[in-house]
């Protein structure tokens, strides 16, 4: 079963805005959510991360300001709102759950990614 189904992605030129969806499956049990991106090469890092128990919120320092994290718990979707987008920020970006509070902004479960790619 699918548990996590990203879409949104695509391209936009620099100081543009995308939203990514993540639809969450209804049977997953998880204790957060988040964003994550790789781009070839590199590892993946985390963008922003959420943990509704505990509210707790954290951004990758690279985000400064400009991404936000909606999250409604009632349709079964996390998003990530990204404004003035930057060439560097091109990547394929994953929505990721995990099941525990020691796991914070550590997936144990992933989507399978979506791409965006920002032109300058």
């Known amino acids: 079963e699918v548990q996590l189904v990203e879409s949104g992605g695509g391209s936009v030129q620099a100081g543009g805005s995308l939203r990514l969806s993540c639809s969450i499956s209804p049977t997953l049990e998880y204790y957060g959510v988040g964003w994550f991106r790789q781009v070839p090469g590199k590892e993946r890092e985390g963008v922003a991360c959420f943990s509704p128990p505990e509210s707790r919120l954290e951004f990758a320092d690279f985000v400064g300001g400009r991404f936000t994290i909606p999250y409604d718990a009632g349709r079964d979707m996390v998003h990530l709102q990204m404004t003035r987008l930057k060439p560097e920020d091109t990547a394929v970006y994953y929505c990721?759950?995990?099941?525990?509070?020691?796991?914070?902004?550590?997936?144990?479960?992933w989507g399978q990614g979506t791409q965006v790619t920002v032109s300058s």
């Open positions: 990721a759950a995990w099941s525990s509070r020691a796991n914070f902004c550590k997936g144990d479960i």
